[in-house]
């Protein structure tokens, strides 16, 4: 009966480097196809024909609670060195209620653009969280 529900989203989990991290939220895993127009002035009839172009990809943001000593987003953001910086791999996964991947999607060369700390509010209640801004290379999309 389960299997005819979609799956919750907030049970995940997100691997880089090996290592398991814990995040609140993961945003922008989407990809969008550029169009080419193109017509030839040969042609009869008088409209452009759409042809898929180069795939974009847009950066993603993960989110996390900040914890005492841990300094990991700006020690991997200050990674740049002369037009260079650690890529790495991520592997997100949605989980099912027994903790397995049900869809995974694996992204290639991501790195670090913006590093955002918490917005600090003397009346606020909430955690403080940090977030990461990602651009990467290519996204993959498996379902298990």
């Known amino acids: 009966m389960a299997e005819n529900y979609p799956v919750s989203s ?16 993961v945003s922008g895993l989407s990809v969008e196809l550029q169009t080419i127009d193109y017509r030839e002035g040969s042609y009869l009839d008088y409209q452009v024909t759409k042809m898929p172009g180069i795939p974009q990809y847009s950066n993603i943001t993960l989110k996390r609670g900040i914890y005492k000593s ?15 910086i650690e890529r790495r791999e991520l592997t997100i996964s949605l989980l099912n209620e027994s903790h397995e991947p049900v ?4 992204v290639n060369a ?31 999309v498996e379902n298990s």
């Not at 869809?103 to 694996?106: I, R």
Request: hydrophobic letters at 40%; zero cysteines; proline letters at 3%.
């Open 103 to 106: 869809t995974t999607w694996k």
């Open 70 to 84: 841990d300094n990991q987003f700006f020690e991997w953001l200050n990674t740049v060195q002369l037009n260079s």
């Open 10 to 25: 907030f049970h995940f989990q997100v691997e880089w480097g090996g290592q398991r991290v814990g995040f609140t939220e």
């Open 110 to 140: 991501a790195f670090p653009t913006k590093v955002e700390g918490p917005t600090l509010n003397s009346t606020g209640n909430e955690a403080a969280v940090e977030s990461i801004e990602l651009a990467h290379e290519g996204l993959v």
